[in-house]
């Protein structure tokens, strides 16, 4: 009987694992989506046939640890722009579980905070599994290849960008450019969980 009761605990401790998202490690490719933007037009990666890379960040409305970024992700976006890196944010929720995260409601913080990048809808959840990502908000960043160099967090203090010591994405987007590995490559995402639909 004890030994039944053993493999019962396994086998519930694999089926938890298994239903989380396994998503993208370093050095996998990533799959590019056709997502609908908070100015009402379909975007891909294929669009960008000049980019040199891709920096896609999932995150959301209403979490505060991502509201705590937007500044950061804005001046992102410009900065990196320029040096041919295309930021794509993505929101993973499903606004059923969180109102503020309705497509609506994206259009309005989008004119608000002056995004200069697409705000893209997963609608239907297809794509954030596939990432993998668990937060909002939560980076990838892809070489022109689509292969995964770096996931994780933007930088080492959600709190206060002023007394940031880590910057890990800027970081990452350095060795990119020296055709480095990122270092390191992956951390851990801080922030609200994605919101689904029960």
Known sequence: MKKFGIVAL????????SSLPAGYK??????????????GKMYSMADYKDAKGFIVVFTCNHCPFAVKYEDRIV?????????????IA???NDPAAQPEDSFDL??????????????LFDEGQKIYPQYGATKTPHV????????????????????DAAAVKERYLENAIAA????????????????CSIKVKK
């Open 10 to 17: 396994l086998a519930l401790v694999v089926m938890s694992f």
């Open 140 to 159: 990838f960043l892809l070489d022109k290849s689509l292969t995964v160099k770096y996931i994780g967090a933007i930088d080492d203090n959600v709190d």
């Open 26 to 39: 370093v050095g996998d490719k990533a799959t590019d989506f056709k997502l609908k933007s908070v100015d």
């Open 176 to 191: 990119l450019e020296k055709n480095q590995e990122a270092n390191p490559s992956m951390t851990k995402a801080i922030g």
């Open 75 to 87: 001046a992102l976006a410009k900065k990196y722009k320029s040096l041919g890196y295309e930021l």
């Open 106 to 119: 994206m259009k309005v913080r989008a004119k608000e905070k002056g995004f200069t990048f697409p705000y």
């Open 90 to 92: 993505i929101n993973p």
